[in-house]
């Protein structure tokens, strides 16, 4: 059986991954929900790794969500058990330390743009089109688009959006904000490549402690925000990273760091 996520490898602590079921609008079956919760298990213990992108295969869809025809044969308990594994899995992605890129290649719909929201960074090929589309098919968001889509945007944008299950192109997505550049096709891997660099330049640890505590304050009051944010800059102060950076900046060079 063919794999259905692939993975490569660049210099400098940056992966891809892959979705790799073109033929099927790289929708998100169990064959490939299993493969890609396994490897974001492995990401999330690999020091190795610096930053992710995700994308999809050729260049009509990013994840067109739930594999439609497999979840029609489906019971109800089984339905439950898709939509819980596409959460999960999702969720995995959006927990990951490292920081997260979504290269939206083409059509991104319904758990494909839910997966999208759980990245930290999307930029967009010109010609993709994006929505929650679930109210059309009788369901509603249930992978966190419902969560994450009102925390970027506002609440009545998203309730638009998800009430009217429209469609966006690339360059609503972007005056909307949900997307934060919209490039050419032939230009979109080079341009996330370009951005993991910028990132992948920064000390891990300081990476990882910026990510959570972004994520960590935005879901409390400032009062509470503001102590995360303590507390993550805590993790940092003993790292031999902070004192290289101090180093590096005396010496006038760039700095080497080792992400401990």
């Known amino acids: 059986m063919d794999k259905l996520i692939e993975i490569h490898r660049y210099d400098e602590g940056i992966s891809l991954l892959v979705l790799n079921r073109p033929q099927a609008a790289n929708a998100l079956s169990k064959q490939m929900l299993s493969e890609l919760s396994a490897e974001i298990a492995k990401f999330r213990h690999d020091g190795s790794v610096r930053c992710l992108i995700i994308t999809g295969a050729g260049d009509k869809a990013f994840c067109a969500g739930a594999d439609l025809k497999e979840r029609s044969g489906m019971n109800e308990t089984e339905v439950r058990q898709a939509v819980a594994a596409i959460r999960d899995a999702i969720n995995g992605v959006e927990s990951l330390p490292q920081p997260v890129i979504a290269a939206i290649n083409g059509a991104a719909f319904g758990g494909g743009l839910e997966l999208a929201l759980a990245c930290d960074i999307r930029i967009s090929a010109e010609h993709s089109r994006m929505g929650l589309t679930e109210t059309s098919l009788g369901i509603i968001p249930g992978a966190g688009g419902t969560q994450r889509l009102p925390r970027l945007i506002g609440v009545s944008a998203a309730k638009a959006l998800i ?19 919209t490039v050419p096709a032939d230009e979109l891997l080079p341009a996330a490549l370009e951005l993991a660099r910028e990132i992948v330049k920064n000390a891990p640890l300081a990476l990882y402690a910026a990510k959570k505590a972004i994520n960590n304050g935005m879901e409390t009051d400032l009062a509470t925000g503001l ?11 003993h790292s031999e990273d902070r004192k290289e950076g101090l180093q590096a900046f005396k010496e006038k060079r760039m700095p080497v760091y080792t992400g401990k």
């Open 227 to 237: 102590r995360i944010e303590e507390m993550c800059y805590e993790t940092t102060i």
């Open 163 to 181: 009430f009217t299950a429209k469609r966006i192109s690339a360059q609503e997505a972007e005056q909307l904000c949900i997307t934060s550049r």
